[in-house]
């Protein structure tokens, strides 16, 4: 048999992984007394070889164990087993009936009174395994090489055997546990369980495994786990003899399963937004009560707004560092006392361990915290939550990311009496470095966010300046925090004449890129207004610069153009008329409320969205012409638009709260908001509402004059008497010498017929009209010229001047500063 047998040399003191507690009873057990006869048989055993315990005990081994029974009667291997405490290996076994099984065999030795000695033979079928019968308890048996403490009592629940090492297990000597009860050899520790437990086992004849938790003497600092498995060994009659525990250590194995249910905890509950504060509280809330029984997470104080922190903080200085708490947790009623809440800045003393884990980017472990007197708890602004609470025991862990320290976490316990051991730390290390992920994550996107954000409510007005034309408000809500910041605008532009531009886009994505795009967007559209462009015409021309800012985006990263698409709604409300010209490309139509609270839609030409190369489908302008006090709504689709409804219901969500048209537009503004399904939507929402006014007849005077060098002076003193009417006659020397030039002009350079009109509002607007194509250009002329000066004159004179295309013709136009300006609309 010793040829079949595969036998190692491997000895009890061997380590690999522990024998969990439901191995133990997978195996098949029996003991051989120093004579090599059976004196222990279990029911396992008899499953598995066919004998039961009549037919092996009292009984030479070698007739049911044959290849155990020789490898101890060889003299050399004899030996050095029992020099080992052990052995373990396969073997063939023959089986009752026959056939041969093909065995892994443990050998443990047990020593009793005096010098006398047993063995503790565990078996495992090898071929159940290999073919996959066997679960995985029986499967870990097999590989078993840690060592195991085994123990034998007799019905009286005296000690008559044990391996040597139970003594290591829990320091009680062999010769002080012989012939004892648990009670004599332990007293104090679980006794009365383990007792009740073991006769549970003499009295039933089943296995119990039990479980508990000490501090061994060599280390009193830290706690072991154990699992017993009591068994029993049966007589000739199959009644219990003898209950044998087999002990294993399983603290290595209990660790790692408390380790893993943490980090899964964690990898459930942290990270599952991108909001740094409410991160930082999930990491402090997974701490407590798994790890420890305090928790709060600071962040460096530029960290929350997404701001790059310094790799090391000086912690030599002599200068507190500056935190923000972002998480706090506590087992306590409520949360402890603390001189800081979430959101509120820490200080952190030089001399505290925050600092150096700050410092050094190293974790610092305090298993038992000196809280007396004359340490650096004295200095720290939380001494007395630290004292008070009772914290004995302190592990402070860095956040770490990309190669920068973002704050640190710190873990107390106060309730819990153990103390915060290596594995404690490496814990708190690994669920650190976890959120430390989530919590860069979430850094970058505030980073990348308050940028977008503080781009885009740069870029968009602090005031609207709708002057005497309309009256303005309007409410921008950036989307939520998963979709992040858009590209959506508005405008209000004063032009001449008292009009006033009203501009919504929204360009499509979000984020900074998006943002950016806005504002090139915006700019242009100030260009183009103030060349005094016709809705349409303005729209065409900024359709044309997006597909070129496109294009020189791609040839800089030298990459296809990828298609920008924007949308915008261009309107030209003029207060002299009361007429209103707008144009759309892909945007949604303005609502039309008027002062009796009806609302429309005007049916505008849709038009290609901005930057998608179609711009040889012409946009087409809409004139309406509204009623003094009406009120126009211009938004984007994120304020009618959702996941979940149709955009028709938007639309009539919006109308419903545009209804009330005489309410003040900034509760109106409200009102629309207030409405949105959701405060958090998936696409930013704007809305700028404004309400017309009309100039009174009395501030516009209008003259048509003759196409003769006589209507210079007929032009020169009807102005000059409005100017008088008006209050204006500081004015008259600079508007005749105005009117002069432009009509000059008019009749030289231009066609009848020639109109003058002055209007008078936050400025004084002077216009001449006439039907010639050709525009006025800014000339600088040399010394020796005799012309070219008269509209160089005239910019001198105004604030500023320009012309514009008309129906019929051109429109040159000069404003001047009024002497007190009325107060301007916000």
């Known amino acids: 048999m010793m040829g079949q047998a595969a036998m190692t040399t491997t000895g009890e003191t061997a380590v690999v992984e522990p024998l969990r507690p439901c191995e133990i009873t997978d195996a098949a057990m029996a003991m051989i007394d120093n004579q090599g006869l059976v004196v222990g048989w279990t029911p396992a055993a008899q499953r598995l070889v066919g004998y039961c315990a009549k037919e092996v005990l009292g009984r030479s081994a070698a007739r049911v164990l044959p290849s155990v029974e020789e490898a101890l009667g060889v003299s050399a291997f004899g030996e050095q087993c029992r020099a080992r405490g052990g052995w373990s290996g396969t073997a063939a076994v023959p089986h009752r009936d026959g056939r041969s099984l093909n065995l892994s065999v443990r050998l443990s030795l047990l020593r009793g009174p005096g010098a006398t000695l047993r063995w503790l033979v565990f078996l495992t079928d090898m071929d159940a395994v290999s073919s996959g019968m066997a679960n995985g308890p029986m499967r870990q048996s097999l590989l078993i090489r840690a060592p195991i403490g085994i123990i034998v009592h007799d019905p009286q629940l005296r000690c008559t055997w044990v391996n040597d090492v139970m003594e290591r297990h829990d320091g009680i000597p062999r010769d002080r546990r012989l012939g004892h009860r648990l009670t004599g050899s332990m007293p104090g520790f679980e006794t009365q369980a383990l007792d009740a437990v073991m006769r549970q086992v003499l009295e039933t004849g089943t296995t119990v495994i039990h479980e508990y938790r000490t501090w061994p003497a060599e280390n009193p600092r830290r706690e072991h786990a154990y699992s017993v498995s009591l068994f029993c060994l049966q007589n000739a009659d199959g009644q219990a003899a003898e209950v044998c525990s087999v002990i294993v250590d399983v603290t290595d194995t209990q660790n790692v399963c408390e380790r893993r249910a943490v980090l899964n905890e964690a990898g459930t509950r942290i990270g599952n937004t991108l909001d ?73 003393s030089p001399t505290s361990p925050l600092a150096t884990v700050l410092g050094t980017g190293r974790s610092h472990l305090e298993p038992v915290l000196d809280t007396s007197p004359g340490t650096w708890i004295d200095h720290d602004a939380s001494r007395a939550e630290i004292r008070e609470n009772g914290v004995h025991s302190l592990m402070v862990v860095p956040i770490r990311a990309r190669r920068s320290v973002l704050g640190v976490a710190v873990f107390a316990r106060t309730k819990n009496l153990v103390p915060f051991q290596e594995g404690d730390l490496l814990l708190a290390e690994e669920l650190v470095s976890r959120a430390a992920l989530s919590l860069d994550n979430a850094r970058q996107y505030a980073r990348e966010r308050t940028a977008a954000l503080t781009l885009q409510r740069n870029l968009l007005p602090h005031r609207l300046r709708g002057g005497v034309a309309v009256e303005a408000a309007s409410r921008y809500l950036p989307a939520d925090m998963d979709a992040g910041v858009g590209g959506d605008w508005f405008d209000v532009i004063p ?332």
Request: proline share 7%; aromatic share 4%; with cysteine.
């Open 276 to 348: 740094l504060m409410q991160t930082g509280q999930e990491l402090a809330d997974v701490a407590v009560p798994l790890l420890a029984d305090h928790a709060v997470v600071d962040l460096a104080d530029s960290v929350p707004f997404g701001e790059e922190s310094a790799r090391r903080s000086d912690s030599t200085s002599g200068r507190p560092s500056i935190l923000r708490r972002v998480g706090l947790a506590s087992v306590h009623p409520g949360i402890p006392k603390s001189p800081w809440m979430r959101g509120e800045p820490v200080l952190v």
């Open 495 to 826: 032009l001449s004449g008292a009009r006033v531009a009203l501009v919504v886009g929204d360009v499509v994505g979000h984020g900074i890129n998006a943002a950016a795009t806005m504002g090139r967007l915006r700019t242009a559209v100030h260009t183009l207004a103030d060349l005094e462009l016709p809705p349409d015409e303005l729209l065409a021309h900024l359709d044309d610069t997006v597909r070129r800012l496109t294009e020189e985006d791609a040839d800089a990263t030298q990459e296809t153009p990828a298609v920008v698409g924007a949308t915008c709604l261009y309107a030209v409300y003029d207060p002299v008329t009361r007429k209103c010209t707008m144009a759309r490309a892909g945007h949604l139509p303005p609502a039309i409320i008027d002062p009796k609270g009806r609302i429309s839609f005007p049916d505008l030409p849709t038009g290609a969205p901005l930057g998608l190369g179609l711009g040889l489908v012409p946009f087409g302008a809409v004139e309406v012409e509204l009623l003094e006090g009406s009120l126009l709504a211009l938004y984007t689709d994120g304020l009618v638009e959702s996941r979940d409804d149709d955009i028709d219901v938007g639309i009539h969500r919006l109308g419903s709260a545009l209804t009330r048209a005489g309410r003040p537009l900034e509760d109106l503004c409200s009102a629309v908001i207030e409405a949105l399904p959701t405060q958090t939507p998936s696409d930013d929402v704007t809305l700028l509402l404004v309400r017309t006014r009309t100039l009174n007849a009395t501030q516009i005077a209008s003259w048509d004059l003759p196409t003769e060098p006589t209507a210079v002076r007929t032009a020169r003193h009807i102005a000059a008497r409005k100017l008088s009417e008006w209050g204006l006659d500081h004015l008259v020397p600079n508007t005749e010498l105005i009117v002069s030039e432009l009509v000059t002009n008019a009749i030289r350079h231009g066609a009848g017929p020639i109109r003058l009109r002055l209007i008078q509002h936050q400025v004084l607007t002077c216009e001449v009209f006439d039907s010639g194509g050709c525009h006025p250009r800014l000339r600088h002329a040399r010394t020796v010229d005799e012309n070219g000066r008269g509209l160089f004159m005239v910019a001198r004179l105004s604030r500023r001047w320009g012309f514009r295309s008309a129906p019929g013709g051109k429109l040159v136009w000069v404003d001047q500063d009024l002497p007190c300006k009325p107060p301007t609309d916000m």
